[in-house]
């Protein structure tokens, strides 16, 4: 199966359109539209890393035919996150670039706060750095 029949499952599958699979996973609308009209060879590496984070799938996954299975590859720390996890995983990464550190000084600030760490009897370093 190739690029865009997997694109296509699984956009049908979550039920998205090229339009919507554009503004969610942050790819521009050309681009997207542009691998069905022009194909998808010089793809960059950042576009892949963005849809499949959107789609919940492995690079390999979109760009090896022989794989079938949507999160071939992905390791196993994947599967030990929480469906809660993965919700706010997703939705920072709609964020866009401020967006994204704006959570992460929240984040940080939440961490600090008594009312709103866990305590583990550890000493908690988070380092988010900046984009």
């Avoid at 090229?18 to 950042?46: C, H």
């Avoid at 939440?110 to 750095?129: E, L, P, Q, T, W």
């Amino acid at each position: 199966m190739d690029m865009l029949a997997k694109l296509e499952r699984r956009m049908a599958e979550i039920g998205v359109n090229k339009r919507q699979l554009a503004i969610q996973s942050g790819v521009p609308y050309t681009t997207v539209i542009g691998f069905w009209d022009k194909g998808y060879e010089n793809m960059k590496l950042s576009t892949l890393r963005r849809l499949a984070a959107y789609l919940q799938v492995s690079i390999d996954y979109l760009v090896r035919d022989e794989v079938t299975e949507p999160s071939y590859g992905i390791g196993q720390v994947y599967d030990t996150i929480s469906a809660r996890e993965k919700e706010l995983i997703n939705a920072y990464r709609k964020l866009n670039d401020a967006g994204q550190q704006q959570l992460a000084n929240q984040a940080k600030i939440m961490v600090s706060m008594d009312a709103y760490a866990k305590r583990c009897g550890c000493i908690i370093r988070i380092n988010f750095g900046a984009k």
